[in-house]
Structure formats: C-alpha cells, structure tokens
C-alpha cells in the first residue's frame, strides 16, 4: 500500500437553520476561532465555517436537526483551565472526566448540543 492519511483538513457539525449568531457567539467570541469565508455557493446554504489555521471547523445546516451527544471533535486546548472559566462565565458548563489515564479533559456542548471534548494540550 504506498498511500496514507496524512491529516484531518476540517471537522463538521449540524447547526439548525438560522443559527449563525449562536455559532459565533460560541466558536468564535469564547473558543476564539475566526470566522472563515465560506465559497458563495456554499453561503447560500447557511452555517459558519470557523479556523485558527490549525483547527477548521465547518458548521453545516441541517433542516432536521439533531445534536451530536456521542460523536464529537476533540480539541487539544492550552490553558484548560481558563478556557473552563470562559466557557462558565458564558453559560456554557463543562463536564470533566478522569477516564483516559494521563489525560486531563473535558465535555461541553456547543450551542446546539453537539458534545465537544477538550483535552489539556
């Protein structure tokens, strides 16, 4: 076999229809992910794309919208702690767990209840 996966180039998740400005108050003003200019034809059809350059997550819209509760990105954070008090003070709870050994991490859900794990870099 002379091919391989070399990298993950974005992650997507649902959003209902008409959510744009939770997903930014969320993605972009707490987790501090900039928002990205989504290809015109793509636009039309709503949702966010949102980046770092090293994380891209896309924000897609679903018309029969349902969370993802298992399903989840993982996103290696720095300053887990802070981040935490950031996402408290907007409303947003985090849920730690001790069940990887040698991981310090996290839940919370985003806006829409899709679950997102944060993982202590």
Known sequence: MGYRVVAVDHVQLAMPRGQEGAARAFYQAVLGLEERAKPPVLAARGGCWFSNDQVALHLGVEDHFRPARKAHPALVVQDLDD????????????RFDDEVPGARRCYVDDPFGNRIELIEA
């Open 83 to 94: 981040l935490c008090a950031a996402l408290e003070a907007a409303g947003h709870g985090v």
